[in-house]
C-alpha cells in the first residue's frame, strides 16, 4: 500500500515562489512506485486551494477553469498518511501550520511548534542558543512600537553595535526585508523596510567585513545526523535576495574548503542547536566564518529550507551518498517515526 502524501506548497509569506519551485522538485522525486501524492497550494491571501487550481498554479494541468470555490477547508488534511508543509517563513515553517497539523494528529514532515517557532524567530534562536554556549554575533531587538514612540531609544541600540550592521525582521527569510547598513545614515530606511514586515526587528553586528558562509545539513530526529558542510560564494556585499535566486549570482563548495577542525566545529554546534531548539526532521544551520581569526558565529537555523533539487540542503546530503529520492522518502519515514 502507497503511502498517500499531502504537500502542502506557496503560503503566505514572501517566499512563496520559492516554496512553488522546491515543490515541484519534491513532486518529480517522490517515487511513485511507493507514494501518491497529492500536492496543494496555499495562496498568497492564504486561501487552501482545491486541485484543478492547484494544477494551474504548479503548472500540471490544462484545467484551469475551476472556480476559487473549489479551496479546501484546512480540516480536509484527513485521509492522508503524511502531511509535508514545504512552507518558508511566517504562517508555514513559524509553528501555525505546524500547531494546526498537530491538532489535527496527522504526522507531519519536519519540526513540530516549539522547534519551527523557536528556529523562525531570529531573536528567539539567539536567546536559546546562548544558553548553551553557541558563539552568536552581538546584537539588540527593537519593536515596531519602540520605532514609533521612542525612535531615538532605537537608535541609539544600532549605536552601540558599531557599523556594518544587519537590520532584519526576526521572521523571516530568503533575506527579504534585510538590509546591511553601512553608518547610521542607512537606519531609517532599513527599519522602516523591516518594520513594514515584522512587529520584531533583529539588528545585528556584522560578522565581519565580508565573512565566509558555511552551511549544514542536520537530518534525523531524537538521534540527528549532520551533512558534510557546504561553503556559498558571491560577489555581493551579502547574500541578498537577488544574488540568493538570480542564477549564476553564488556558487556552492562541497564540502566547504576549510580546515577539518571547522568543519568538526560546525557540525557540533549545528547539533547542539538542533536539539536545544527542539528541531525535528530537518534544518540547515548557517554559519560565518572569519577566516583571518578563526571565529566562528552561529547565524541561524531554517527549519524547512529551500528544497530544489540543485538547493544547498539537498546538494548536502548528496554529498554523503544519499540522493534526492533517497532524501526525500527518508523525510516522510521520519515524520511517521515515534518521537
Ligand atoms: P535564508 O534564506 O537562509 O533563510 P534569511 O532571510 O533568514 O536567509 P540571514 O541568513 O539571517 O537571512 O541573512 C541573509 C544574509 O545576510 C546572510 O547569508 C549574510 O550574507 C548576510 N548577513 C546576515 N547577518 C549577517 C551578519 N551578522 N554578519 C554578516 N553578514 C550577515
Ligand atoms: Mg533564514
Ligand atoms: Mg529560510
Ligand atoms: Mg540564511
Redesign the pocket.
Known amino acids: 500500500q502507497k503511502t498517500r502524501v499531502l504537500l502542502l506548497c506557496g503560503g503566505q509569506s514572501g517566499e512563496h515562489a520559492v516554496s512553488l519551485m522546491s515543490a515541484q522538485s519534491v513532486l518529480a522525486a517522490l517515487p511513485a512506485s511507493h507514494f501518491e501524492v497529492t500536492p496543494l497550494v496555499i495562496d498568497a491571501a492564504g486561501r487552501w486551494l482545491g486541485r484543478a487550481d492547484t494544477a494551474r498554479v504548479l503548472g500540471g494541468a490544462q484545467d484551469s477553469a475551476a472556480p476559487v470555490s473549489s479551496e479546501l477547508r484546512p480540516y480536509e488534511v484527513a485521509g492522508f498518511d503524511v502531511i509535508w508543509p514545504l512552507l518558508?517563513g511566517p504562517n508555514g515553517e513559524d509553528g501555525t501550520v505546524q500547531g494546526f497539523l498537530t491538532l489535527t494528529g496527522a504526522a507531519y514532515v519536519g519540526s513540530g511548534v516549539l522547534g519551527s517557532a523557536a528556529s523562525m524567530d531570529?531573536v528567539m534562536t539567539k536567546q536559546v542558543l546562548a544558553s548553551v554556549g553557541v558563539p552568536q554575533?552581538e546584537y539588540r531587538l527593537v519593536t515596531r512600537q519602540a520605532w514609533r514612540s521612542a525612535p531615538e531609544s532605537v537608535r541609539i541600540a544600532a549605536g552601540s553595535l558599531g557599523y556594518p550592521?544587519?537590520v532584519?525582521p526576526a521572521n523571516?527569510?530568503?533575506?527579504?526585508g534585510?538590509s546591511?547598513a553601512a553608518g547610521p545614515e542607512d537606519l531609517e530606511a532599513a527599519l522602516d523596510l523591516a518594520f513594514s514586515l515584522d512587529r520584531r526587528v533583529i539588528l545585528?553586528?556584522?560578522?565581519?567585513h565580508?565573512?565566509r558562509?558555511l552551511e549544514v545539513g542536520i537530518l534525523g530526529n531524537d538521534a540527528p545526523q549532520a551533512s558534510p558542510v557546504g561553503e556559498?560564494r558571491f560577489e555581493a556585499l551579502?547574500?541578498?535576495y537577488t544574488t540568493?535566486y538570480t542564477e549564476g549570482q553564488a556558487s556552492m563548495h562541497i564540502p566547504a574548503p576549510v580546515p577539518a577542525e571547522v568543519a568538526i566545529r560546525v557540525r557540533e554546534l549545528a547539533l547542539t542547536a538542533f536539539k536545544a531548539l527542539d528541531c525535528a526532521g530537518l534544518a540547515?544551520i548557517?554559519f560565518?566564518y572569519v577566516e583571518e581569526t578563526g571565529e566562528l558565529?552561529l547565524?541561524?537555523v531554517?527549519t524547512m529550507?529551500?528544497f530544489t533539487t540543485t538547493s544547498m540542503y539537498p546538494k548536502l546530503w548528496e554529498a554523503a551518498g544519499l540522493s534526492y529520492a533517497e532524501l526525500v522518502t527518508r523525510l516522510v519515514e521520519l515524520a511517521q517515526e515515534e518521537r
Open positions: 518558508h531570529k554575533v550592521q544587519f532584519k523571516l527569510g530568503s533575506s527579504v534585510i546591511r545585528e553586528a556584522a560578522a565581519s565580508k565573512p558562509e556559498l551579502f547574500y541578498d540568493k540547515r548557517d560565518f558565529y547565524n541561524e531554517n529550507p529551500g
